[in-house]
């Protein structure tokens, strides 16, 4: 089992940039593919960022259009953590943000992910 705790959320203007990390319990965090999810208020839970297990420079990423080019996901598999670089932020950029956790391969609907963090705030101003 995967407990994750994610940090980072906050309050930015346009354009600015935020950095999430999602830092997760146990010894086999490698094993997981990890992803970046987020939720506006009345809107459907809706995939960021993915990356496959085991890190390294050969990690396969992928990234939902709308943030392509501005946001990177990458992971620290020695530290438990995986991290969301947000650059370029835009007011519709703002939801609250889940990390979440799969044995599977990478997919990008939310009902694929077992393992969940409870969500930080990411709020852009305009």
């Known amino acids: 089992q995967v407990q994750l705790v994610e940090s980072g959320g906050g309050l930015v203007q346009t354009g600015g940039s935020l950095r999430l990390s999602c830092a997760a319990s146990?010894?086999?965090?490698?094993?997981?593919?990890m992803g970046w999810f987020r939720q506006a208020p009345g809107t459907e839970r809706e995939f960021v960022a993915g990356?496959?297990?085991?890190?390294?420079?050969?990690?396969?990423?992928y990234y939902a259009d709308s943030v392509k080019g501005r946001f990177t996901i990458s992971r620290d598999n020695a530290k438990n953590t995986v991290y969301l670089q947000m650059n370029s932020l835009k007011p519709e950029d703002t939801a609250v943000y889940y990390c979440?956790?799969?044995?599977?391969?990478?997919?990008?609907?939310?009902?694929?992910?077992?393992?969940w963090g409870q969500g930080t705030q990411v709020t852009v101003s305009s």
């Open positions: 979440a956790a799969t044995r599977d391969r990478l997919r990008t609907h939310w009902s694929e992910y077992t393992y």
């Open positions: 146990g010894r086999t965090f490698s094993t997981y593919t």
């Open positions: 990356i496959s297990q085991r890190g390294g420079i050969t990690d396969y990423r």
